[in-house]
C-alpha cells in the first residue's frame, strides 16, 4: 500500500504515522525527519538545508524528490510506505505521480486556532524522533524521551514567527494538492481534532478495507 499522510504542519500525520508504521508494517517516509536527521548529524545536505528549515520556507522540489526517490529504493519500502511531508508541491507530486501511483491520501482536518497551539506546545527527541505535546501528551518522566531516553525539545520551527510562516507556505504551496488528488479520487478526508488514539483507529479500519 502506497500511502500519502496530507494536512497542514501540526495536524498530526508524524504521531499518526509512527503509531501506524507498525501495525500496518509500512515504513514512515518522513521528509522533515530525513532533513531533521541530517541537519543533526552535519551531513551535506543537513548544512544545505538548514537555513531553510529554520526559516519555515520550503526546500527546493528537485532536492526534495532526489531524496524521496533514494528513500524509496530501500528494501522496506518495496512493499508500500507511509508518506509523511511529500509530496508538498504541485511539481513535486507530479513528479511522484509519473513514477507511481498512490493507493489513498489520507487528509487531517482540524481548526487553525488549534492547529497552531499544538504546533506551540511540541516537543520532539533530537534523538529518535518521537513526538510529545507539552500539556496533553508530555513524556512519562519530565525531559526524558520515553522511547529512547534523550531529550525532548522545542523544534526551532516550532516557534510562534516560524509557525506562522509555514502555515503560510502550506495554504500557498500545499493545499492545492487536496484539488489534485481529489480529481484523482485518492482524498480520504478524517477529523484531526480526535484524540490520537481514536483518530489511529479510525484510519487503521479505514485502511483494512481499502
Ligand atoms: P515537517 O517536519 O514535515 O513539518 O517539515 C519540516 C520542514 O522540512 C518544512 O518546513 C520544510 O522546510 C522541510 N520539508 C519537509 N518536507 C518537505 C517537502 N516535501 N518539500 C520541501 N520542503 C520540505
Do not use: W
Not at 127 to 156: L, S
Amino acid at each position: 500500500m502506497k500511502i500519502m499522510l496530507l494536512g497542514t504542519p501540526g495536524s498530526g500525520k508524524g504521531t499518526l504515522a509512527q503509531s501506524l508504521s507498525s501495525g500496518v508494517g509500512l515504513p514512515h517516509i518522513s521528509t522533515g525527519d530525513i532533513f531533521r536527521a541530517a541537519i543533526h548529524h552535519k551531513t551535506k545536505l543537513g548544512l544545505e538545508v538548514k537555513t531553510i528549515l529554520a526559516s519555515g520556507k520550503l526546500v527546493p522540489d528537485e532536492l526534495t524528490c532526489s531524496i524521496v526517490f533514494e528513500r524509496l529504493t530501500e528494501p522496506d519500502a518495496r512493499q508500500g510506505f507511509l508518506l509523511d511531508g511529500f509530496p508538498r508541491t504541485i511539481p513535486q507530486a507530479e513528479t511522484f505521480d509519473r513514477k507511481m501511483e498512490l493507493d489513498s491520501v489520507i487528509l487531517l482536518e482540524l481548526d487553525e486556532e488549534t492547529n497552531v497551539t499544538r504546533l506551540t506546545e511540541r516537543l520532539i527527541c533530537p534523538d529518535c524522533g518521537a513526538i510529545y505535546h507539552r500539556t496533553f501528551r508530555p513524556p512519562q518522566k519530565a525531559d526524558v524521551c520515553d522511547t529512547c531516553g534523550g531529550t525532548p525539545v522545542q523544534r526551532p520551527d516550532d516557534q510562534i514567527e516560524v509557525v506562522n510562516k509555514r502555515l503560510e507556505e502550506y495554504y500557498r504551496l500545499t493545499a492545492p494538492l487536496i484539488r489534485h488528488y481529489e480529481d484523482k479520487q485518492k482524498i480520504h478526508r478524517f477529523n484531526a481534532l480526535q484524540s490520537p488514539a481514536a483518530l489511529l483507529h479510525e484510519v487503521q479500519s479505514f485502511l483494512q478495507n481499502l
